[in-house]
């Protein structure tokens, strides 16, 4: 399929800001798409990307970057929308660095202190990169168990569902298990549960305490 000049810009500005960016190859996209644009709902391109700089900062560069005349015109009479996605990774770091910093381990179930969380992380440059390769190790580990969980979650409401047909809820999202599991646990148990391949079990989360964790 023939590429409009538009679209092979649109293109090439994506591969202008993830280099600005210092980025990998493809962590940004400029797309067509559908959503909330100035002026309502319809299609338009969406400059979209995870983590990295700040909705801000991404809209500076992209006035900066060297872009096509027909993408352009879009960028800069702010046409376009820009989409930042955060990433698991940067909730992890997030969470490590507020315990070694001496910090208490936010409730992520509480949905305002969610929320709160979020609104810092969506301020935050780069979020997902840590101050140390340590503590990037340590939001690896908590990250991992944070997926296990939800992925052991998930299939115990699938296997009450087979097997008794009843409705459980699901887990809660990742980030809020990896804020248990670091308050339950705290960083260095989990870094050792996870170096000993050990399967011990977040208490009072099971699927017969109405979570979708699978305890007794």
Do not use: C
């Not at 376009?80 to 992520?108: I, K």
């Not at 990742?174 to 977040?202: H, K, Y």
């Amino acid at each position: 399929m023939l590429m409009s000049r538009r679209s092979r810009e649109a293109v090439a500005l994506a591969k202008g800001l993830w280099i600005y960016w210092d980025l990998a190859a493809g962590a940004v996209e400029v797309r067509w798409t559908d959503g909330w644009f100035r002026g309502g709902y319809r299609r338009g391109w969406e400059i979209a990307w995870d983590d990295g700089p700040t909705v801000h900062r991404m809209r500076q560069a992209a006035h900066q970057v060297p872009a096509g005349p027909a993408i352009g015109e879009l960028v800069h009479g702010d046409l376009v929308r820009y989409e930042r996605s955060l990433t698991l990774t940067a909730w992890a770091v997030s969470l490590v660095r507020q315990v070694r910093d001496g910090g208490q381990v936010p409730q992520l179930a509480d949905l305002r202190e969610e929320e709160a969380w979020r609104a810092a992380l969506e301020h935050t440059e780069f979020p997902e990169r840590a101050r140390t390769v340590e503590e990037q190790a340590l939001a690896g580990v908590l990250l991992r168990r944070g997926l296990r969980d939800y992925r052991q979650g998930l299939a115990a409401a699938e296997r009450a569902w087979r097997q008794d047909r009843r409705t459980v809820p699901g887990p809660p999202m990742p980030e809020v298990l990896m804020s248990r599991a670091l308050a339950t646990f705290g960083l260095d148990a989990l870094a050792a549960l996870e170096q000993a391949g050990n399967v011990v079990e977040l208490p009072h989360h099971g699927v017969d305490r109405g979570d979708g964790l699978g305890l007794p």
